[in-house]
């Protein structure tokens, strides 16, 4: 049914990882439920297959923001996922902090 060597996701896929992640933004802290897309955990261009354990969903901007290098995410979908901002730092750590918030405003922002 999936195949983990296109890079794409399937249809099928798609909609499995949206409902699994609550049809919103994987990002801690992050409110987004539009411009939703389904990103590889791993990138596909470096191996990361395309099956369900490698895809969360992540909106249009966070999105861009794994790309760019100032949010990480590594692990396996959907329980073992580690956030971290372009310093290392965990974002389930830094919720508390109010340093979340303040780094999700910004990222929103530009």
Same mark, same amino acid.
């Given at each position: 049914r999936f195949n983990p060597s296109t890079r794409q996701a399937t249809p099928a896929q798609r909609r499995a990882v949206l409902r699994r992640d609550g049809y919103r933004c994987s990002c801690p802290g992050c409110p987004n439920r539009l411009w939703l897309d389904v990103h590889h955990v791993v990138f596909y261009c470096r191996g %990361?297959?395309?099956?369900?354990?490698?895809?969360?969903?992540?909106?249009?901007?966070?999105?861009?923001?794994?790309?760019? %290098?100032?949010?990480?995410?590594? %692990?396996?979908?959907?329980?073992?996922?580690?956030?971290?901002?372009?310093?290392?730092?965990?974002?389930?750590?830094?919720?508390?902090? %109010?340093?979340?918030k303040w780094l999700v405003d910004w990222a929103q922002a530009g």
């Amino acid at each position: 049914r999936f195949n983990p060597s296109t890079r794409q996701a399937t249809p099928a896929q798609r909609r499995a990882v949206l409902r699994r992640d609550g049809y919103r933004c994987s990002c801690p802290g992050c409110p987004n439920r539009l411009w939703l897309d389904v990103h590889h955990v791993v990138f596909y261009c470096r191996g %990361g297959p395309t099956v369900p354990e490698n895809l969360i969903v992540v909106c249009s901007r966070c999105h861009k923001n794994i790309h760019k %290098g100032i949010l990480r995410v590594s %692990g396996v979908a959907p329980h073992a996922l580690v956030w971290r901002d372009r310093r290392g730092r965990e974002l389930e750590r830094l919720r508390d902090s %109010g340093v979340l918030k303040w780094l999700v405003d910004w990222a929103q922002a530009g």
